[in-house]
């Protein structure tokens, strides 16, 4: 039975279709049927005096400079959920990415943190629907992600250490898909806004026919008083000067209002980082998932967010602040090619 729409929430449950359930871990790395807990202990194993089966080998080491392939998998199907827990070290450290299909290039790099929505390096809490990050730093991702003929997931430790405690688990159902269905994509950028031009660019040059379904923030600032009065901006099919879909300011299209004035985290939306800690630059983590409202583009998308504050005169102020982003997206391949990943040093947080 092919995969339909009614099989992406609550009520596909009752819908029996004709896949296969499968999860890769450390225990599991290819996934393969009664393939799990196969690995011995030696002496200094802390399951030696159990025996196999019994927690042998429930994690990996992220050697340094290195990329570990998580998982490598041919065939059709749908990833339904990804938990991985980790040290705060491979936040920003270490890079995640996806490939569907054999593509050469990657539909998804981002740092790992960031593609949970724990920015900045730091852990916290989100209680949304399509990430949760769980005490403490459990990070699941629940978007769904299809692929065709097959899929790879690496993780990159450019850390000058090797990074041990990195535990996994990816769960996905093989079998017949819809022949149209977009394939998951997401970006991470990071700049520093200036006073001759206070914007950041969450996406630009993705061609092809698909929606926006998604934003991450890490915002660091660089100056006291309110820093949300920026309007985001959607460029659609060849908008130019002007875009189609314009926002009214920040904490607006975060779905707040009045400077927020608390944090918050929620199915679509949510604010759950405020941090100024020993004299540092205020530190902030927002997210909107465009679950209920994607946001339809036929051709090409460029996303950007002004970073505006408040003049004592009361006139807007461009401020100098740095910002870090994930933008998310499905489409029809093939995508763009993405810009150069900045490297670590331009990747750590403030």
């Given at each position: 039975?092919?995969?339909?729409?009614?099989?992406?929430?609550?009520?596909?449950?009752?819908?029996?279709?004709?896949?296969?359930?499968?999860?890769?871990?450390?225990?599991?790395?290819?996934?393969?049927?009664?393939?799990?807990?196969?690995?011995?202990?030696?002496?200094?194993?802390?399951?030696?005096?159990?025996?196999?089966?019994?927690?042998?080998?429930?994690?990996?080491?992220?050697?340094?400079?290195?990329?570990?392939?998580?998982?490598?998998?041919?065939?059709?199907?749908?990833?339904?959920?990804?938990?991985?827990?980790?040290?705060?070290?491979?936040?920003?450290?270490?890079?995640?990415?996806?490939?569907?299909?054999?593509?050469?290039?990657?539909?998804?790099?981002?740092?790992?943190?960031?593609?949970?929505?724990?920015?900045?390096?730091?852990?916290?809490?989100?209680?949304?629907?399509?990430?949760?990050?769980?005490?403490?730093?459990?990070?699941?991702?629940?978007?769904?992600?299809?692929?065709?003929?097959?899929?790879?997931?690496?993780?990159?430790?450019?850390?000058?250490?090797?990074?041990?405690?990195?535990?996994?688990?990816?769960?996905?159902?093989?079998?017949?898909?819809?022949?149209?269905?977009?394939?998951?994509?997401?970006?991470?950028?990071?700049?520093?806004?200036?006073?001759e031009y206070p914007e950041h660019v969450i996406l630009d040059g993705v061609?092809?026919?698909?929606?926006?379904?998604?934003?991450?923030?890490?915002?660091?600032?660089?100056?006291?008083?309110?820093?949300?009065?920026?309007?985001?901006?959607?460029?659609?099919?060849?908008?130019?000067?002007?875009?189609?879909?314009?926002?009214?300011?920040?904490?607006?299209?975060?779905?707040?209002?009045?400077?927020?004035?608390?944090?918050?985290?929620?199915?679509?939306?949510?604010?759950?980082?405020?941090?100024?800690?020993?004299?540092?630059?205020?530190?902030?983590?927002?997210?909107?998932?465009?679950?209920?409202?994607?946001?339809?583009?036929?051709?090409?998308?460029?996303?950007?967010?002004?970073?505006?504050?408040?003049?004592?005169?009361?006139?807007?102020?461009?401020?100098?602040?740095?910002?870090?982003?994930?933008?998310?997206?499905?489409?029809?391949?093939?995508?763009?090619?993405?810009?150069?990943?900045?490297?670590?040093?331009?990747?750590?947080?403030?």
């Open positions: 039975m092919l995969l339909n729409n009614r099989q992406f929430g609550l009520g596909a449950l009752p819908v029996l279709g004709d896949f296969e359930t499968r999860s890769i871990s450390a225990e599991n790395p290819d996934g393969s049927r009664a393939g799990g807990a196969k690995a011995i202990p030696d002496a200094n194993n802390p399951a030696s005096q159990l025996g196999k089966g019994w927690k042998v080998r429930p994690c990996i080491t992220l050697e340094k400079g290195s990329t570990t392939t998580l998982a490598d998998v041919t065939g059709q199907g749908l990833i339904q959920h990804i938990w991985i827990t980790v040290h705060p070290n491979a936040y920003r450290d270490c890079v995640l990415r996806m490939y569907w299909d054999g593509e050469d290039t990657p539909s998804v790099e981002t740092p790992l943190g960031d593609f949970f929505a724990n920015g900045h390096g730091l852990r916290y809490n989100v209680n949304s629907l399509a990430v949760a990050v769980n005490p403490s730093g459990g990070f699941n991702s629940y978007w769904p992600m299809p692929f065709y003929k097959s899929f790879k997931i690496t993780i990159e430790n450019q850390r000058h250490e090797n990074i041990d405690g990195f535990f996994y688990q990816i769960t996905y159902a093989l079998g017949q898909l819809p022949p149209d269905l977009g394939l998951f994509h997401a970006q991470w950028r990071i700049s520093m806004t200036t006073r061609k092809g026919d698909g929606q926006y379904v998604g934003t991450f923030m890490a915002w660091a600032q660089f100056s006291d008083g309110w820093w949300g009065e920026g309007e985001i901006k959607f460029y659609l099919d060849g908008d130019t000067e002007y875009p189609t879909i314009c926002g009214t300011g920040t904490e607006d299209y975060f779905c707040g209002a009045w400077g927020f004035d608390d944090t918050f985290s929620s199915l679509y939306t949510g604010y759950p980082l405020w941090q100024r800690e020993g004299g540092r630059v205020p530190k902030h983590g927002l997210y909107r998932w465009h679950i209920m409202d994607p946001i339809r583009f036929r051709h090409n998308l460029k996303v950007t967010m002004q970073a505006l504050g408040w003049w004592p005169n009361s006139k807007f102020q461009p401020l100098t602040d740095e910002i870090a982003s994930v933008g998310y997206w499905y489409q029809h391949e093939p995508h763009a090619p993405f810009p150069q990943l900045p490297d670590r040093n331009h990747r750590l947080p403030r």
